[in-house]
């Protein structure tokens, strides 16, 4: 099939099991890897929200008085689903996003494990029950929130997007997702896949569109819980909107990720990791290593940084970047630490790639002798750049890494365990790593940062999930005659 089939010329809303036509406003989708462009994005009005509200609201007293044996099933069924079409769903998310197809794939294989955690839930859900008093029992139960939704950001268009429509589906809630206007492609697919796995109608839908509709549903006075997950900015935004209105809300922002570079650390798995880990998706994940502190005496392992990143070639085993402004604000950055005197030592500004010569391509960039006072050190840049700066006292490095607003990732690089110890204990990261350029937590541990990384309480995924989408009840319950006392009458 060619890759140009796998792309719906029209993105549309999904609502009541069905794909529809409105009359909105709609933005191009353009392909990052050739600026060139795929398809339209519908920029729904409220009208559209409220649709979808209602066909959750029709929908849910069915689904959300299932078991949640019975709910899973589901996702048994999406979860072959997912893996029958990866080669698909790859395509369309390389399409529209503009990471490799392996990175791409590797998106879905993550799609896929945080299925395969929605489909343990049973197992893991264990309500509690005691004898409080002779005769007299307290349990507890997980009831699902109700109407909730999800918005989502460009850089993962199915990952992100499965960080909490499964569980929160398959704890009883009916969903809306509202996906990244950038990349509404994969969404579509992910829709047509539960469709066909059996999810009743109404239980997900889908509302495109942009900044109007996610004020619209953290107004909504029938959506009880909002995750999200974007920039600080917008984070900060919804979170306040939402929380205004009373509902609960999960904002997942920027990063700024550290990473700490001791000299006694091995050239060959620190700059493997390392390179990896500035490189991978254009350096626009969440977990990207963006600043590198290196302490003491380690130009060996800078040198050998900048030899594995010069094997990183865009167009081949670099992806693009999301858009020409995202390309222009990341070579801004670039510039500008060159102004104040940081030394480039690999430059990737000006990349093209043969045959795609409008894509947005930055090459791997790497700048040495950043001091922690420059944008660079201090701003998420989210492209293919790594920023290093020196010291040669430890502490210093953790007291560069804790002024960091943010508070994503961090990981150290040594051999030395008291040392690795040493700064796990103390630099403030929600998710910490020991020789390990990305430190992603795998299910069934859960996702979260700390600082303006994350608003909020509990992580995204994993057992936390289970409280972010669940109301705890407690019932007290006495029947036998021996528990007719005066206790709590
Ligand atoms: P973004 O904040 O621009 O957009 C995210 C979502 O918010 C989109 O659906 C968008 O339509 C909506 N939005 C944009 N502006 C808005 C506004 N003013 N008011 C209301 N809604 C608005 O983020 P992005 O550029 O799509 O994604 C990149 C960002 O996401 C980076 O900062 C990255 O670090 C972050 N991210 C964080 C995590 C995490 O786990 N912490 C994971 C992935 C991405």
């Known amino acids: 099939m060619n890759s140009a089939d796998l792309i719906v010329p029209k ?73 029958a079409n990866i080669d698909e769903l790859s395509t369309i998310i390389q399409l529209e996003n503009g990471k490799t197809f392996g990175e791409a794939k590797a998106e879905v294989l993550k799609g896929i494990e945080l299925c395969e955690f ?15 008093s002779r005769g007299v029992e307290c349990r507890t139960s997980h009831v699902p929130v109700g109407i909730v939704a999800a918005i989502t950001p460009f850089n993962f268009p199915l990952m992100v997007p499965m960080w909490s429509i499964p569980n929160a589906i398959a704890l009883g809630n009916c969903m809306i997702l509202k996906p ?68 609960r809300c999960l904002g997942l922002g920027g990063a700024k990720n550290h990473l700490i570079v001791l000299s006694d650390a091995n050239p060959d798995i620190s700059a493997a990791n ?21 302490v ?37 950055y670039i510039t500008e630490a060159e102004n104040l005197g940081a030394k480039i030592l690999l430059d990737g500004r000006n990349a093209t790639v043969e045959g795609k010569n409008s894509g947005f391509y930055v090459g791997p960039t790497v700048i040495d002798h950043v001091t922690p006072d420059m944008k660079i050190a201090q701003e998420e840049v989210f492209g293919p750049v790594l920023a290093i700066m020196r010291t040669d006292d430890i502490d210093e490095a953790i007291r560069i890494e804790n002024n960091s607003n943010y508070g994503n990732a961090s990981s150290v690089f040594t051999q030395n365990g008291g040392l690795a110890k040493y700064v796990t204990e103390r630099v403030s990261a929600g998710m910490v790593g020991v020789n ?29 999930s289970i409280h972010f989408w669940t109301k705890l009840k407690k019932t007290t319950t006495k029947w036998n005659p021996e528990a007719w006392t005066d206790w709590m009458s």
């Open 11 to 83: 993105v549309k809303n999904y609502i009541e099991g069905r794909f529809l036509d409105g009359d909105f406003q709609v933005m191009e989708v353009i392909s990052p890897i050739d600026g060139s462009t795929i398809s339209s994005a519908p920029l729904s009005n409220r009208a559209a929200l409220d649709e979808a509200v209602q066909s959750c609201k029709a929908a849910l007293p069915d689904w959300s008085g299932k078991t949640i044996k019975e709910r899973v099933q589901v996702f048994f069924k999406f979860r072959q689903l997912l893996e």
């Open 118 to 132: 929605a489909c343990s839930l049973p197992q893991i859900l264990n309500d509690e029950i005691l004898e409080v």
């Open 180 to 247: 990244s206007e950038q990349v509404p492609l994969s969404a579509q697919k992910i829709a047509a896949l539960f469709k066909e796995a059996g999810l009743p109608d109404g239980v997900f839908n889908i509302v495109n569109g942009d900044r109007l509709i996610v004020e619209a549903i953290c107004d909504h006075p029938d959506i009880e819980a909002i995750s999200f997950v974007g920039s600080t900015r917008v984070a900060k935004i919804v979170y306040q909107r939402a929380s205004a209105n009373l509902k």
């Open 274 to 294: 390392i390179a990896a880990s500035m490189s991978g998706c254009a350096g626009q994940r969440c977990m990207a290593a963006s600043a590198m502190v290196a």
């Open 296 to 332: 003491g005496k380690v130009d060996h392992i800078v040198q050998h940084i900048c030899d594995e990143a010069r094997k990183i070639v865009p167009g081949q085993n670099l992806g693009a970047v999301i858009s020409k402004e995202a390309k222009e604000r990341i070579e801004g």
């Open 436 to 464: 390990i350029g990305v430190p992603v937590p795998r299910e069934p541990f859960s996702f979260g940062g700390w600082n303006e990384s994350r608003f909020g309480v509990g992580d995204i995924t994993g057992k936390s």
